[in-house]
Nanobody, 118 residues
């Protein structure tokens, strides 16, 4: 599967953005999906995860209650709604896919920059 993230940009603290990740391939629904981020000089951080059906989600403590991950298998798309953004959310955000039964995310999008100004 090939992934392409979009929707990043510059926003003031307290604002909102919605990231999208478009996927190719007819078996999109078989993949678990996730959003990761990497701030300048920081390591890669898992932000949110969603299972193949969309029924199960998981969030990093730092974004819990502010971010919402969702997917539309009919549109081969993954989303991340980000509310009440903070300067510390500034990072490059990546979408990633993991095949059923796999232990790692082996498919990655190119990343989209999110910058939150104070």
């Amino acid at each position: 599967v090939q992934l392409q993230a979009s929707g990043g940009g510059l926003v003031q603290a307290g604002g909102s953005l919605r990231l999208s990740c478009a996927a190719s391939g007819r078996t999109f629904g078989a993949y678990a999906l996730a959003w990761f981020r990497q701030g300048s000089g920081k390591g890669l951080e898992s932000v949110a995860r969603i299972d193949w059906s969309g029924d199960m989600t998981d969030y990093a403590d730092s974004v819990k209650g502010r971010f919402i991950i969702s997917r539309d298998n009919a549109k081969n798309s993954l989303y991340l709604r980000m509310n009440n953004l903070k300067p510390e959310d500034t990072a490059v955000y990546y979408c990633a896919a993991r095949e059923s039964g796999a232990r790692t995310y082996d498919y990655w999008g190119q990343g989209t920059q999110v910058t939150v100004s104070s």
